[in-house]
């Protein structure tokens, strides 16, 4: 495709079609909903962070008259001990169904152990105290060191690593081992005048979304079972609850709600599989919300991080080699962002020789989730932070530096393929050429930058598209809008048909109404849905030419359609596409395109960031007086979004680098379970974020498109991180820079 090809709707900055529901209030989120005869349902949670379950007595909350259902692990046909005497376990289910409901053990404060259904919310909470459960406690394992000393509690003792080179022959707290590498290490830093051996570290971190986690489930024997609940994937909550209760797919429907924030954090099942084993054995509906605690305690965070970064360069600012040991913490099961983490951590470097090895470490924490870009942030602030440190040590500009060693079209990854044309080399032209980096630091601030990377992924998307009579007509598709996507839908399909997108409205549908769609998340779903939704509105235009050579009695070769007119190549007639729709009954019916695709050629996104930050000396307060944004799209189909998922990465970014954590005691109870205490970043608390969006075109799309929704959360770490060591002149090498860390560092010695 041409980088100079000129748009009509795509670059526009439309209202969103779902703006005035939500501001007004009307749109339903996933506590909203109310059905007749409805109960509420709760979860009885652990108050030990590493347990072993005796037992678990039920009969006092049986016998209350309040109470309708009960539900333990044994209610997961697919796991429980009934499937493990028949032969049947499904043991790739074993540990999402125990950290919905524990088995024998208990492996974070806040596991759920058991969970009843009463006739209101209050009694559903009552009842929870008439169930008796007898704990070993065990000590806690809360850190990666903690995890991986040789005398440490094991908290699955059968759990052996996987990826070394030989098989484990011991059980052990590291669940999997990964290395990658191109070159020869120790060639590179051979060839080096200049090496240096840092490491750093990053807290657990929960994504901040607003509205907690939700459902509402009406089991049927007879239909469908339905669910309703915020996630950003409701055809994978479909799959799961499947898999765990033995069901098929067709006897459940999935209905995704608004959706008030997931980052990654509602890609999985907590609550839902549990309401629909409540809601099956009382024969009623059942509503299911967790508070915000619950959500601290029991939900999934990013994962803490230990990295340990070692570079080699020339003093001509030539890096020779790149090293990472990269440690991140699973949670309570095996499944940190371990691998993303080692694929992302150098990828914004072409350099000859590089080695990354990686670990995942299971720790008496709540099983992480996804958290935007997952991964990368923590090991790209280890990294950015050396390099950052290189460039002052063989005294380069670090973006000089950066632009040296960039990675460009061509460059061989560490995980495999070679590079397509990419944006970095762009958006450090950027950002060096910015009003920010041109202007004076003030006295008393710091100014730190950092670059940052990831894949962005395709996948499968299904999209409808239906004309109506009258001309206008609906999107029909599966991927729940997180960011603004139902608006960059709508302009794609506009750009394509040549209508107003005003015309169109899209539409979420249920897990019946529209084929499997992956998803959202990995910035996905404007690159793939959105090239299903071009693949569909094609379809439309096809059937549009063919409707009017119907109507003129030509070839559809005859005929062109060109910003929503057909155009008779025979002679001067023309049909709008509303007369085409108006006609629509005379040459076949309902005019409706299709498309189910897997698509393929993500464009990868990088970004550059540019952040001050003024340090009081006397507190270690921080302030970030300015920062930039800068970061390739490919194509901005809509700039204004674009430019918020840029200022909310950045956000989200500054918040883990300067405030946020998850504070455990030595028992393992969290201490800041709720917002007053676990502070996320207020606009009060901020400058406006600038953005600088640069446009490199994604060739594998038709419009240019690469996502944005991850990267902009990867360079704040080390941004913000390089900001605070330039301003108090000393390093920095643990997050968050909260006040009393910054203020023991200025404190401490040289």
């Not at 996933?30 to 108050?47: F, H, N, Q, T, V």
């Not at 707290?173 to 840092?198: P, S």
């Not at 944006?423 to 940052?452: F, M, T, W």
Request: glycine share 10%.
């Amino acid at each position: 495709m041409s980088e100079a090809r000129a748009f009509k709707h795509i670059g526009q900055r439309t209202i969103r079609p779902d703006g005035f529901d939500k501001v007004t209030g009307k749109a339903n989120y996933g506590a909203d909903l109310a059905l007749p005869g409805m109960i509420w349902g709760a979860i009885l949670r652990s108050p030990h962070a590493h347990a072993n379950i005796r037992s678990i007595n039920t009969e006092r909350a049986e016998a209350s008259s309040d109470v309708l259902a009960i539900a333990t692990f044994q209610d997961f046909p697919s796991v429980n001990d009934a499937a493990s005497a028949a032969g049947t376990l499904r043991k790739d289910l074993i540990d999402t169904a125990q950290n919905i409901l524990a088995q024998d053990k208990v492996l974070y404060h806040g596991h759920a152990v058991a969970a009843v259904a009463a006739r209101t919310e209050a009694a559903a909470e009552a009842a929870l105290a008439l169930i008796d459960v007898d704990y070993e406690v065990l000590s806690p394992v809360l850190s990666i060191d903690a995890a991986i000393a040789e005398d440490a509690p094991l908290l699955h003792p059968q759990l052996k690593t996987e990826g070394l080179v030989e098989p484990a022959d011991s059980p052990s707290n590291i669940a999997a081992r990964m290395e990658l590498k191109k070159g020869d290490i120790a060639k590179g830093f051979a060839e080096a005048d200049v090496i240096i051996e840092r490491s750093y570290d990053t807290p657990t971190v929960h994504q901040g979304y607003i509205e907690p986690h939700a459902t509402v489930v009406n089991f049927d024997h007879n239909a469908p079972s339905m669910i309703w609940c915020p996630t950003q994937g409701h055809f994978d909550v479909r799959a799961r609850i499947a898999q765990l209760m033995n069901m098929e797919l067709g006897q459940l429907k999935v209905v995704a709600s608004e959706i008030g924030g997931g980052f990654g954090g509602k890609t999985t099942v907590y609550l839902e599989p549990v309401a629909l084993i409540l809601s099956k054995k009382a024969g009623r509906p059942v509503k299911m919300v967790m508070n915000r605690e619950d959500v601290f305690r029991a939900s999934g965070p990013a994962s803490a991080s230990q990295s340990t970064i070692k570079l080699g360069a020339k003093m001509d600012g030539t890096i020779t080699a790149m090293q990472a040991t990269l440690h991140y913490e699973a949670g309570a099961f095996k499944g940190s962002p371990m691998g993303p983490g080692c694929m992302t951590v150098f990828t914004p470097y072409d350099v000859e020789h590089m080695y990354v090895e990686g670990f995942d470490v299971v720790v008496n924490k709540p099983k992480v989730a996804a958290y935007r870009a997952p991964g990368a942030p923590q090991s790209e602030f280890a990294a950015e932070m050396a390099v950052n440190e290189l460039a002052a040590k063989i005294g380069i500009d670090p973006i000089d530096l950066r632009l040296k060693n960039a990675a460009r079209e061509g460059t061989q990854t560490i995980y495999g393929p070679k590079l397509k044309v990419v944006g970095l080399e762009a958006c450090l032209k950027a950002a060096q050429q910015s009003e920010h980096y041109q202007s004076p630091i003030a006295d008393g601030v710091g100014r730190g930058l950092s670059a940052g990377f990831w894949f962005n992924i395709g996948g499968q998307s299904s999209v409808i598209i239906n004309l109506n009579p009258d001309g206008t007509g609906s999107i029909i598709e599966g991927s729940p809008d997180i960011g603004g996507s139902r608006a960059s839908m709508q302009m794609m399909a506009a750009e394509v048909l040549g209508i107003a997108p005003g015309k169109l409205n899209p539409i979420v549908a249920d897990t019946e109404h529209v084929a499997y769609n992956q998803t959202t998340g990995g910035s996905r779903t404007t690159f793939a849905t959105g090239m299903a939704v071009i693949e569909a509105a094609e379809s439309v235009v096809s059937q549009l030419k063919e409707r009017a050579a119907a109507l003129w009695n030509v070839t559809t070769e005859q005929v062109d359609f060109v910003d929503g007119v057909a155009l008779n190549l025979a002679g001067e007639d023309s049909l709008t596409l509303a007369q085409i729709c108006a006609a629509a009954e005379k040459t076949g019916g309902q005019i409706s395109g299709t498309a189910n695709i897997n698509a393929r050629g993500a464009g990868p996104s990088f970004a550059v960031h540019l952040c001050d930050i003024k340090v009081d000396p006397e507190t270690g307060k921080t302030d970030v007086v300015r920062y930039t944004a800068i970061q390739d799209a490919g194509k901005a189909i809509h700039p204004s979004y674009v430019e918020g998922q840029f200022q909310g990465g950045a956000v989200q970014g500054i918040g883990w680098a300067l405030n946020e954590e998850y504070v455990y005691n030595e028992s393992g109870v969290m201490e800041n379970a709720g917002f007053l205490d676990y502070r996320i970043p207020l606009a009060s608390d901020l400058p406006a974020i600038e953005t600088i969006i640069v446009e490199v075109p994604n060739s594998f799309h038709p419009f240019g498109v690469r996502g944005v929704g991850e990267t902009g959360i990867v360079p704040p770490l080390a941004a913000v991180g390089t900001a605070v060591a330039d301003a108090i002149q000393k390093p920095v090498s643990s997050l968050p820079c909260s006040p009393p860390k910054v203020l023991e560092l200025i404190m401490a010695e040289s």
